[in-house]
């Protein structure tokens, strides 16, 4: 048994630390493809409302449409067969018609949910929902297959079968911009 607890407890805090800073410390900068392209004065291709430079002139491309796409994965549905998605369709159908006999009433958010778990085989708090103005959009469903519905502002209502997004969600996160 230790007399000097605390200076035990610094000392084993004190190695620790340095072997946190040496481990953490042993990347290089330079092995960056990055660094390397900055390294060599490469520059980014200008954007399409941006003067063109020399074609000669080295650059990295900034295609914004794959910038776009690439932001905008999270997004993206999981693909499903076709036999997962004929799986879903009676719950799809069976969505339409609640929210269909939901379409116009005054039902608030947990009546909704109620009416389209009941549909889907879920539990009202497994139920994304979202509701902007007179749009509600909700979605559930299991493993990668999802069931979204929505009623619009003129009280339509639809429901379709889809693959979940890469974000893990059944309905398309919004985004902020």
Known sequence: MSR???????????????????????????????ATASREGMRYCPAPNEPPIDPQTPCISQDPAQKYAENHGYRRQMAIS????????????ALGKALRG???TSAGEAEVRTAAAAALGLEPNQ???????????LGGGEGKVCVNGSIDGQHQATAEVAGRTMDGTC???????
Not at 18 to 33: Q, S, T, Y
Not at 171 to 177: A, I, S, V
């Open 127 to 137: 139920v994304e929902y979202r509701k902007r103005g007179e749009y509600v959009e």
């Open 171 to 177: 309905l398309p996160g919004l985004g902020g911009h």
């Open 102 to 104: 939901l379409a116009g």
């Open 4 to 34: 000097h607890p605390l200076r035990t407890a610094a000392l084993g805090t004190l190695l620790l630390a340095g072997l946190v800073a040496f481990v953490g410390g042993c990347a290089d900068p330079r092995d960056d493809p990055r």
């Open 82 to 93: 076709e036999e997962q998605r004929a799986g879903a369709q009676g719950k799809a159908e």
